[in-house]
DNA sequence: ATGGTTTTGGTACTTTAGTATGAGCTTCGA
DNA sequence: TCGAAGCTCATACTAAAGTACCAAAACCAT
């Protein structure tokens, strides 16, 4: 919103000072004055162009983010939103147990708590409802 | 490509046009002419935003899409995309058997199909190596 | 119509996944 | 320091998932 702000600021500014190009213009004749009104079409031409560009720039960042307070919110642990990663890359419990440096048991464990906690039934249904909420990166 | 050439073939005739019309403002004194040099900018500028978000469309619509040669080169038949699409959705081979009106059998001979053409070892992997080939839509 | 592919389904079996419960250990804030 | 929370692990199950192999319809193109 403050760029937005400034970025209107500096339109407004930048109108003012092709008005003054304008007028001196009008004082030289005819051509010269075609010239500054299509410099000045293009300048605002790309200008929008720009600004356009920035706005749809933001809305793509917002979306692929990993939403962190999702994952607090849902009272998910650090370990077994790793865990969670691993199950949407495809592993099985027994190869997240390698890849984590723990026993199966624990990896079930955690599995079963991101179940509840996700409302899942299954590891399948519990990647789609991380996708969802925004909780993974696809 | 052609409705680039429209566009700025359209560009160029509505210059034309603001020329003649910078031309009148000329003969009519300062005030309306900054006031139609004003209007040209904003014309410009809301044409560069039209302009950018036509193009940024066209990106959009292109990267989203199934890519249906890939299913085809994978030897993946209608049926059994049907189930990677439910399989994806997060639903067990029963639900999938229930909402295909065939039996679980068929399920799992159709899923272990894909685990082969898909290259995966789990329904979890085969979700993931789909997503990486275009098949389906995030 | 005949052969190839798809779809369907079954049996029998092995392997993962997931649940329930209990318990030891660490960490960290009140 | 005391308890809550997180991480770890085990046992003993039940329930899905997946494999292997077979086979009967259905569909489709030559």
Do not use: C, W
């Amino acid at each position: 919103m403050k760029k937005t702000i400034f970025v209107f600021s500096a339109l407004i500014i930048a109108l003012l000072f092709l008005f003054k190009l304008g007028k001196y213009a009008y004082f030289s004749g005819d051509i010269s004055m075609e010239i500054g009104i299509a410099v000045i079409a293009l300048v605002f031409f790309f200008i929008g162009i720009y600004i356009n560009k920035k706005a749809l720039q933001k809305k793509k960042s917002e979306s692929p983010a990993v939403d962190v307070k999702k994952i607090e919110q849902l009272g998910i642990s650090k370990r077994e939103y790793e865990v969670l990663v691993e199950i949407s890359k495809g592993l099985s419990n027994k190869e997240i147990a390698h890849t984590l440096f723990v026993s199966e048991s624990t990896i079930k464990t955690h599995v079963s708590n991101l179940l509840v906690k996700l409302d899942a039934k299954r590891r399948t249904q519990a990647i789609q409802r991380a996708i969802d909420l925004q909780i993974l990166s696809v």
